[in-house]
């Protein structure tokens, strides 16, 4: 093979691991809740259209990242689009240049109330399951799980 051709063929295979598969829509909005700003990322599916309820998967990104790492880290997005729900990437508060979830460890902020109101707030512009509100999350945000689950 020509190396131009093999260059070529490399990148072909090289980036066909990266496509992005997911069809629905990726939306990124803010809410308050305790007395400041709180921003989420939220994934709809296609199949979408508001006509039936929805389950809601919250991801929780880990101590230091981010809403947008966790959506890649932990990407739901291929098996919300078959599975359909919607699945949202809340962002923790930075602490100087550290983001984080407070698990109960500090009085403010109060992360289990941005929860609640982060989900009161996407019912009230989307369909959403009440009884199938699931909450998951990678190290700091498994715990903030963790910790909601026992409040």
Same mark, same amino acid.
């Given at each position: 093979?020509?190396?131009?051709?093999?260059?070529?063929?490399?990148?072909?295979?090289?980036?066909?691991?990266?496509?992005? #598969?997911?069809?629905?829509?990726?939306?990124?909005?803010?809410?308050?809740?305790?007395?400041?700003?709180?921003?989420?990322?939220?994934? $709809?599916?296609?199949?979408?259209?508001?006509?039936?309820?929805?389950?809601? *998967?919250?991801?929780?990104?880990?101590? +230091?990242?981010?809403?947008?790492?966790?959506?890649?880290?932990? /990407?739901?997005?291929? $098996? #919300?689009? +078959?599975?359909?729900?919607? *699945?949202?990437?809340?962002?923790?508060?930075?602490?100087?240049?550290?983001?984080?979830?407070? *698990?109960?460890?500090?009085?403010?902020?109060?992360?289990?109330?941005?929860? %609640?109101?982060? $989900?009161?707030?996407?019912?009230?512009?989307?369909? $959403? /399951?009440?009884? %199938?509100?699931?909450?998951?999350?990678?190290?700091?945000?498994?715990?903030?799980?963790?910790?909601?689950?026992? +409040?």
């Amino acid at each position: 093979m020509r190396p131009g051709k093999m260059f070529y063929w490399s990148l072909f295979l090289i980036t066909g691991f990266f496509t992005d #598969a997911q069809t629905g829509t990726t939306l990124t909005d803010s809410i308050p809740s305790g007395g400041q700003w709180r921003k989420y990322n939220l994934y $709809i599916p296609t199949s979408y259209n508001g006509s039936k309820a929805y389950p809601l *998967v919250l991801n929780l990104h880990g101590l +230091t990242s981010s809403g947008i790492q966790q959506l890649i880290y932990g /990407d739901f997005r291929p $098996i #919300a689009d +078959t599975a359909n729900f919607l *699945v949202v990437h809340p962002e923790g508060t930075r602490n100087g240049t550290t983001q984080f979830w407070n *698990v109960g460890l500090f009085s403010t902020p109060n992360d289990v109330l941005f929860m %609640r109101d982060l $989900i009161d707030s996407l019912s009230l512009l989307y369909k $959403i /399951d009440a009884d %199938r509100v699931y909450s998951c999350g990678l190290s700091n945000g498994g715990l903030l799980s963790y910790y909601m689950a026992c +409040t």
